[in-house]
């Protein structure tokens, strides 16, 4: 490989890759039926956000500056070309799942998605009623002429397209009208027993009731045809002025122009005649490419209320009870046992509630005076945002680092910030232009010898309901030198003056990616001198071409490089004579992998780091990160196992990246090892 530009992978086909990975969980004969489902619907999910970000960013990118080389040394437009080839290969295979494996398989349970061509008469008058009950006084169709023009059609909004012939009641005929179904109907609806043949789960789909009932709609017409359509739109805000006056009333304009973004992508029925298509994508401004024809719902995320619809635990997987660490098991006080030692929190093997604790007892301590605390993502109903509430209004000092931009949660973290400000805490928003991603918590409490500060660093969002769906870690400590660290980083976001020499922590943007470099640059240096030298580290993205290239460097040296990075890697491993000591390994399983854990080896003594940042541009330069060494030797001991070697052993849930950007998945012969299921046996109940 001589060119440089062939030495990294297409950021946006690594994430199509990595949702190929998903895939093959719904496809996955040994998992629950229910969860297959599941895991068809996360596929969908994450598309959507494919499109409104990386796909509207490489269109966007082509009309700005089309000569633009992209890191993997494609321009835009040759980079949209096979995201198109790819994408419409990962949709039909995904629709294959559905229809072919999992509806089958379904219906052997007796869990029954209804065509319109299966409805009994019963079902069908059942279904008349529910459209002149439930949709008739709710939908509003649009003919379009020249005083009805084309809708503004809502991002990711079901539509239907409707062909009409005749004329109406003032004589117009223009043959088109659209539909648009209400966001608040539900897709899925569940026929009531007395109508379900015997079957105890019987579905049909929203689209299919206003397809059999929307010449309802258009009184002495004639319906020639009607196809479901669906519009994806540029979803990424841009509020990155300084000469903002206020950040918040900026990004809530820009939040109410989201839903009507540039068009990137059109989801159309397969049975939608070539005309029809022609003409939506006249509407949308979008070329043949940006067309996904499916055989079935074009929103298949609606699926995901199904699982909850359905009582059938044995279709599901089994429900557990995280633990807590054993001093707290002991009915230790928190700030009690934090002050024993350092405390870490594995989740969701281990229970997020230490860290909820930690807000509630702070909140009604008499002796804690103040409350720091940065928020990226933590939901719309929270009891930690609740927690913050009463401290403020109990007169405690709450400063709250709120995160504007943190996407899709954007509304949700603007809510929080004004009940935050209404209780009398103090909100900021950080820096413009850099998104305040690090997961801080601190509580300042009054004891004997003075005050003393109580600290939580994580991997993960505050957001309690994500604890028991993602794998990340929690570090609950007092130790002074972190404590002073994490006070020094609340300082700089809210004041104003130079970042401050840190004392154990790295932060970005400033000294985390350097960090990193040198660690790299160090165990090349042992390499060289004859000793032993190794570098595993685990994230969700590597993508910076900076670190690439020093682990590129690391590999020739002879440096023993262990990578497992759940999401998208832009690293080539095994190549010969460039990385062939670079293994990565995707796991993907029951929990999302979302920690982010280095390991350095460094002549033996083994440096340790978990982090909020994995190694991406954006979290290295444009976003305020942070990054705590584990000092106890007990703790890096159990994160080095439960982190790392049991992962690197899996051979359940473990794909093998190939030179190319492919992944194989690990065969098992003998024994399996499944890291996440030998963690929920050690930690759980």
């Not at 807590?324 to 509630?353: C, M, N, V, W, Y």
């Not at 003056?497 to 160090?522: C, N």
């Not at 330069?621 to 899996?650: G, Q, S």
Request: charged share 25%; with cysteine.
């Amino acid at each position: 490989m001589s060119h440089t530009q062939d030495l990294l992978i297409n950021r946006e086909l690594g994430l199509l890759e990595f949702n190929r990975r998903v895939l093959a969980q719904a496809e996955d004969a040994n998992l629950p039926l229910l969860e297959r489902l599941k895991f068809l619907c996360i596929v969908s999910s994450n598309m959507d956000e494919f499109f409104e970000v990386r796909v509207a960013w490489l269109q966007e990118t082509a009309v700005a500056t089309p000569e633009r080389i992209l890191a993997d040394g494609t321009t835009p437009e040759q980079a949209l070309a096979k995201v198109a080839t790819a994408a419409h290969q990962l949709v039909r295979d995904q629709y294959a799942v559905m229809s072919e494996v999992l509806f089958p398989a379904l219906r052997e349970e007796n869990i029954i998605f209804l065509r319109r061509n299966e409805w009994s008469p019963a079902q069908q008058q059942w279904v008349k009623d529910f459209f002149f009950r439930e949709l008739m006084p709710i939908l509003t169709p649009i003919g379009l002429d020249p005083s009805h023009p084309f809708p503004k059609v809502l991002n990711k909004s079901l539509n239907f397209a409707v062909e009409l012939e005749g004329r109406d009641a003032f004589g117009r005929a223009s043959g088109i009208a659209i539909v648009q179904a209400p966001r608040i109907l539900p897709r899925v609806i569940k026929l009531p027993a007395d109508v379900s043949d015997g079957h105890r789960h019987t579905f049909v789909f929203l689209s299919s009731i206003l397809h059999s009932h929307v010449h309802e709609l258009f009184s002495g017409m004639a319906v020639k045809g009607c196809y479901q359509f669906r519009v994806t739109r540029d979803s990424e805000l841009t509020v990155e002025d300084e000469d903002v006056k206020n950040l918040r009333t900026a990004l809530q304009g820009e939040l109410r122009q989201r839903q009507f973004g540039d068009a990137v992508r059109l989801e159309i029925a397969d049975t939608c005649p070539l005309h029809m298509e022609e003409f939506l994508l006249t509407q949308f401004n979008l070329k043949p490419r940006d067309v996904y024809r499916v055989n079935g719902p074009v929103n298949l995320v609606r699926l995901m209320q199904v699982p909850d619809l359905v009582d059938r635990p044995d279709l599901k997987f089994t429900p557990f009870i995280p633990t807590l660490p054993e001093i707290l098991r002991k009915k230790t006080p928190l700030f009690d046992a934090i002050r024993k030692g350092d405390i870490l929190l594995h989740h969701p093997f281990q229970s997020f509630q230490p860290v909820i604790d930690m807000l509630t007892l702070a909140a009604s301590d008499p002796h804690v005076v103040a409350i720091k605390m940065t928020v990226y993502r933590t939901g719309t109903d929270s009891v930690l945002m609740e927690s913050l509430i009463a401290a403020a209004r109990a007169g405690k000092q709450v400063t709250v680092v709120v995160e504007l931009m943190a996407r899709f949660d954007e509304e949700a973290n603007i809510s929080w910030a004004s009940r935050l400000e209404d209780a009398g805490a103090h909100v900021v928003y950080g820096v413009i232009g850099y998104k305040v991603h690090a997961k801080m918590l601190m509580v300042v409490r009054r004891e004997e010898h003075g005050l003393r500060r109580y600290v939580h660093l994580g991997t993960g969002n505050y957001h309690p309901r994500t604890a028991r769906l993602y794998t990340d870690f929690g570090l609950l400590t007092c130790n002074e030198q972190i404590a002073s660290d994490v006070n020094d980083i609340f300082v700089q976001l809210t004041g104003l003056g130079r970042a401050s020499q840190l004392k154990l922590l790295f932060q970005s943007p400033f000294t985390l990616h350097s960090m990193v470099m040198e660690a790299i640059d160090r165990e090349i240096a042992h390499a060289q001198a004859g000793k032993p030298a190794q570098i595993i580290a685990k994230m969700n993205a590597l993508l910076e071409s900076q670190v690439i290239h020093a682990l590129y460097r690391a590999s020739q040296a002879g440096v023993k490089i262990q990578l497992i990075v759940r999401g998208v890697c832009a690293l080539r491993p095994g190549v010969p004579g460039l990385s062939e000591n670079i293994s990565v390994r995707s796991i993907v399983g029951r929990f999302l992998e979302h920690p982010r854990v280095f390991y350095f080896h460094n002549d033996r003594k083994e440096d340790l780091l978990i982090a909020s940042a994995d190694w991406m541009g954006r979290n290295f330069f444009r976003r305020i990160e942070t990054c705590v060494p584990i000092v106890d030797a007990k703790l890096k001991r159990r994160v080095i196992k439960e982190a790392l070697r049991l992962y690197l052993d899996d051979n359940v849930n473990a794909w093998d990246m190939l030179p190319d950007g492919g992944y194989k998945r690990r065969t098992f012969r003998g024994k399996p090892h499944c890291a996440q299921l030998q963690l929920l046996e050690e930690y759980t109940r």
